[in-house]
């Protein structure tokens, strides 16, 4: 499995993709490491519409989890919230960050590890733009 997901990523371009007469850029993406075991990952990155229009984020997948759901997370006093959204909008000639704190990647039912320096795909799913598949780097630390 290894092997095949490595010769995978040799295929793919790099992070900061920008489809071929697409107006979508997906950049700085990027997903934390996981312990041993864990159901879930994270990943994050910042999504540019540099279109006249807006599009939405309708889903994504990985090869390393059995599903990728946009999530929001919440704080209502000293409690963490977090629950998925319904498709994401980028609006016309707009940014949208999924980032610590708010929007996220929740990867779910992982199939391998995520660990500092690896790197894996994503592809994200638009109304319009179609697929776009990018190039995750796990980053050190929490």
Do not use: C, W, Y
Not at 38 to 59: K, S
Not at 105 to 111: H, P, S, V, Y
């Amino acid at each position: 499995m290894k092997r095949v997901l490595a010769a995978a990523l040799l295929l793919l371009p790099p992070a900061s993709l920008h489809a071929q007469d697409s107006p979508i850029v997906v950049h700085d993406v990027t997903a934390r490491p996981t312990l041993a075991g864990a159901p879930n990952g994270i990943a994050f990155m910042v999504i540019e519409n540099r279109g006249p229009a807006p599009d939405r984020l309708l889903g994504a997948a990985t090869p390393v989890a059995g599903k990728a759901v946009v999530h929001e997370m919440s704080m209502t006093g000293n409690v963490m919230r977090m629950r998925p959204t319904g498709p994401l909008v980028v609006p016309a000639n707009g940014t949208v960050t999924l980032d610590p704190g708010s929007l996220h990647l929740m990867l779910q039912g992982m199939k391998q590890r995520l660990k500092a320096g690896d790197s894996f795909p994503i592809i994200l799913r638009f109304e319009k733009a179609g697929e776009v598949t990018v190039t995750a780097t796990v980053a050190a630390g929490g």
